[in-house]
């Protein structure tokens, strides 16, 4: 009997060990940030600067983050057996002859992105429209040095728990308990000396501690509040780091050194002694102000000097032009601006590379950020013929299209100038680890945008333009997430009205309709991209991959199998986790496959598509089983020519499962080239 107790007790033991262990896994410890930084993740101004992690510096309406990249998962913990602390060392200084700026928040947060939020009084934490909100998902603590009025703030040196808004639910000024003279003692955050900040959660109780940098820990908090940290993040994970804000109040903010464990107890001490000293900013006085307006005024008289200069070279050396150029003008950019402006086309700069070219990352003087895509072209009829429709595609003017600022020739060599989207591709997002993934309503955001921008170069310009490599590579993004149509390499323009001759298929596989074989390219050719374009961002996957198994390797086919099993929403992307709005998606999803049918007349037109994706018309009754629908279309080589009809795929649906996957197993390669980045 005793010894089946015993075993009983071993057991327990055990099973809290393992539990116990479980919750370990998230321990660190930077002692200044000289040693790997890898794991952190920096936005907006933000970097480590001498050992130091400076969040903002003397710039207004910024917004900086520091995330420890890996979530603090609390998922196998009850909700009151969760438990963490931490403790950082943080320095906030005063820009000379200023009022002071804002302060910082610790912050545990459900996404590291905070892209939203306000430059402003909110921290970097919340927008006008998101504070207040619990789909927030935020804790902060908070140290504050401005007085707002909004929050309903103490003073303009507090500290605060904030859950889920800047209006704290519990806060107190600044200060921290003597356990010598047995009281608490004010302590002035924007000093610009360092400050010790504890931060223990322990059985849903949360204590904030302060103290002076060479202080030991005091026995009493300043802060002690009940927090639900579940009803905060039911998912029961939580990015963990720092906020911090400019507005039209700068200070400069830094961390000096942050440690972080599940345990009181396994919590690693940070090194005082050997912590990063904080660099001052001096203060001018007024002889270096005299010495300032000298040395400005010698640098204009210089500049006039070497402008002037260059004015006379570039007359004196100007470039020699082909006649048939000088009707562009000012859209010609000179090589050698390009290439100071991207660095002699480093390697570093490079942003992609494809069949068609490689793309490169500057700077110009005034127009700030482009992008340089570097072309081969042949013949010197083609080149002019090439020139004058780039020209001409620089004249567009759509809100959605990446603006295309001119070109650049030299020895058959085409160099494209068009604005640098910051936000990178699309592509990136979907199929990228280093971009976080993009929400429901940001994918359909950015396909709204994509559609309007398709319609205008289908029907509002002067010319019928048609795209021919609509793919999730050539949608660029900016730093909203709007989405942009880039990439006109392999554009066209046709009259209205005109019959559109037939050339090579061009595009790249799985968003090229089949008749591209046969009839050419089209508008219709163009709304089948965008539609293989419509499944492959709701779905978080590429058209074709040949790595997937048969039954899942065509997009197209496998969405409509989905619905054919009454299971639509199955295809969505996983990393979506159920955050969409169901109708939404089943409207987006139906209409992908539309745009996709083999029978290019049963497609609708881009104004069409702009007014079923804004639900501002229904979409026409059709179903898995209509003909053309489902069925996919890789270009096959050695297959003769087609003329695609409605009739003629009436009857030939039947038997596409067959024939497809036969073709599919012997003869699935592109027809020519493929353009773009190559996939």
Request: proline share 4%; aromatic share 10%.
């Amino acid at each position: 009997m005793a010894q089946r107790f015993h075993l009983f007790l071993f057991l327990i033991l055990f099973v809290n060990l393992i539990c116990f262990s479980s919750q370990q896994d998230l321990s660190f410890v930077y002692n200044g940030f000289n040693q790997d930084r890898t794991n952190l993740h920096l936005d907006g101004s933000a970097k480590f600067q001498d050992g130091l992690l400076q969040l903002t510096n003397a710039t207004t309406q910024q917004k900086d983050h520091a995330f420890y990249n890996r979530p603090f998962d609390f998922s196998s913990a009850s909700s009151h057996s969760i438990s963490f602390s931490t403790h950082f060392v943080c320095a906030l200084v005063p820009k000379p002859r200023s009022d002071g700026g804002h302060g910082i928040a610790f912050v545990l947060s459900s996404s590291m992105d905070l892209t939203q939020a306000d430059p402003t009084q909110y921290l970097g934490l919340f927008n006008i429209s998101t504070n207040g909100s619990p789909s927030s998902h935020v804790l902060a603590i908070e140290l504050d040095t401005v007085l707002s009025a909004e929050f309903d703030d103490i003073d303009k040196n507090h500290v605060g728990i904030d859950e889920n808004s800047l209006q704290s639910v519990v806060s107190a000024s600044a200060s921290y308990y003597s356990d010598r003279e047995g009281k608490n003692k004010s302590l002035k955050l924007l000093s610009g000396d360092r400050i010790q900040v504890w931060i223990d959660y322990e059985d849903t109780l949360l204590n904030v501690t302060l103290a002076p940098f060479k202080n030991q820990k005091p026995s009493k908090p300043l802060l002690s509040r009940t927090i639900n940290l579940t009803a905060i993040f039911p998912d029961r994970k939580a990015f963990i780091g720092f906020s911090a804000a400019t507005g039209s109040l700068i200070s400069y903010q830094y961390i000096l050194g942050w440690s972080f464990s599940r345990s009181r107890v396994l919590l690693q001490s940070l090194d005082i002694s050997n912590l990063p000293k904080v660099p001052r900013p001096k203060k001018p006085d007024e002889t270096s102000h005299l010495l300032i307006a000298i040395l400005v005024l010698l640098a204009i008289v210089v500049i006039a000097v070497l402008g002037g200069f260059y004015i006379y070279r570039r007359k004196k050396y100007a470039e020699v032009k082909e006649p048939w150029e000088k009707e562009y003008g000012p859209l010609r950019y000179s090589y050698e601006s390009l290439c100071k402006a991207t660095r002699g086309f480093n390697k570093d700069g490079r942003l992609g590379k494809g069949g068609f070219g490689e793309v490169y990352k500057g700077t110009l003087p005034l127009l700030g950020d482009i992008a340089v895509k570097r072309l081969s072209h042949g013949a010197e009829q083609g080149m002019k013929q090439f020139v004058a429709e780039v020209v001409t595609m620089g004249t567009l003017q759509h809100k959605n299209l990446v603006p295309l600022l001119g070109y650049c020739r030299r020895k058959g060599e085409l160099l494209l100038v068009s604005k640098y989207m910051e936000g990178g591709s699309v592509d990136q997002y979907l199929f990228h680890g280093d971009k976080p993934p993009l929400s429901w309503s940001q994918r359909l955001a950015i396909l709204r945008d994509i559609a309007s921008a398709l319609c205008y170069l289908h029907t509002g310009a002067s010319q019928v333009v048609l795209h021919r490599d609509i793919k999730a590579s050539n949608i660029m993004l900016n730093g909203n997430l709007q989405g942009f149509l880039g990439d006109f390499g392999m554009a066209r323009f046709d009259d209205h009205g005109a019959n559109l001759s037939a050339t090579a298929a061009v595009g790249t596989i799985g968003y090229m309709a089949l008749e591209l074989t046969s009839t050419g390219t089209s508008t219709r050719t163009d709304v089948y991209a965008y539609g293989a374009f419509m499944l492959e961002v709701t779905c978080g996957r590429r058209p074709f991959d040949p790595e997937l198994p048969v039954e899942k390797r065509h997009l197209v086919k496998w969405v409509c199998e989905c619905w054919r099993k009454g299971s639509i929403l199955n295809a969505i992307d996983t990393r979506l986790r159920g955050k969409f709005v169901p109708g939404e998606v089943e409207i987006v999803l139906k209409l992908g496959l539309l745009c996709t049918s083999i029978v290019p007349d049963a497609r609708p037109n881009m104004e069409q598509v702009v007014q079923y994706i804004n639900r501002h018309q229904r979409l026409p009754e059709f179903s898995p089983d209509t003909p053309g629908i489902g069925v996919s279309t890789p270009v096959l080589m050695g297959i003769p020519s087609l003329a695609i009809t409605s009739s003629s795929v009436a009857s030939s649906v039947s038997a596409r499962s067959a024939s497809l996957s036969s073709a599919n197993n012997s003869m699935f390669i592109s027809h020519t080239i493929i353009y773009g980045d190559g996939r």
